[in-house]
């Protein structure tokens, strides 16, 4: 009950503050907590809302976040893939799907400087969050099958987390403490720098949604090799910008390794795919006109239903105070809190 009490007074402070300021319309990131928020501001202040969501996390426990009711009472709702676009349909009556719209996240591609595709090196790169869900160990499995043909290659891991030292050690533990660099945390310019000087970038992750750091990698004309999970097939294609493989198979990561090591020409002829596919359809800039579309069809039905500083109900009527108070109790009910 503590959480739901939590959610409802900060619903009550941004209702207030979004009414002072007269502000039309209300976009949250992401379906859990921080859009219970939204949703209730929104019923509060009679402010339509929206929200973006990119999972995969929420979609093992969309019913705890109370995803139906959220994309039925939002003006629009964003997904960043058709995957992600699928679950939210899961979760949600289907006179509410046309409302789900996909639009990609997406980079700068003249941020990244496409490098020449280099034949003598080997230089393999990871960045991201070293926690459990990226599959780090995975790919130092696949590296250490390796070692022995390949004793020049360099794996360079960008970014940090729990499992750092966890991560560190098995490294060690596989003799590839020469072979294995740990970088820390890089800005956004170091990793675009580092990309521009590797041959290639891997994400062997158990989860994703559709990743960034895999966009960033393919606008340097960099081929990727990525798990086979969610979102991640829409924008790599097998073969084409770089490998697709299954999640946790370190064997199929090293053979994929080991032919990218090999083959310069297939390097280069991926690394120039990947770049026009981020420029077609993951460029921010095109990305960001879909959004304010939609941002734009919102402010047109600004208080349709209802009258200015009341709440509605499903049902287009102003909602009591039992209702809200009913509401803000439905939505708090959730296994984890992650605000």
Known sequence: MLYQLFYFAEAVVLA???????????????????????????????????FTEHGPAIFFEGKHWHLDE?????QFVIAISHFCRSQLMLFSAAEHWSKIAIVHCGVHPGRYKVGATSKTTKKVLFVGRLEPVKGVLVLLEAIARLK?????????????????????????RLGLTGMVEFVGYKTQGEVADLLARTDMLVLPSFAEGVPVVLMEAMASGKPVIASRVAGVQELVVDGVAGFTVPPGDRISLAERIERLFADTVARERMGQAGRQMVEQSF????????????????????????????????????????????????????PGHTA
């Open 16 to 50: 207030d503050e979004l009414q002072r300021r007269g502000i039309a319309h209300l976009h949250n990131h992401f379906g859990d907590s921080s859009c219970s928020v939204a949703l209730l501001t929104s019923t509060l202040s009679g402010i339509s809302y929206s």
């Open 70 to 74: 959220k994309i039925a009472r939002a």
């Open 148 to 172: 022995q043909r390949h004793p020049d290659m360099q794996l360079t891991v960008v970014g940090d987390g729990s499992s750092r030292g966890a991560i560190e050690a098995e490294a060690q």
């Open 283 to 334: 460029n921010v800039d095109v990305e960001a006109r879909s959004l304010a579309q939609l941002f734009a069809g919102a402010q047109q039905g600004v208080g349709a239903s209802a009258k200015a500083g009341q709440a509605a109900g499903p049902n287009g009527n102003p909602m009591r105070n039992s209702q809200k108070i009913a509401l803000a109790d439905r939505l708090g009910q959730a």
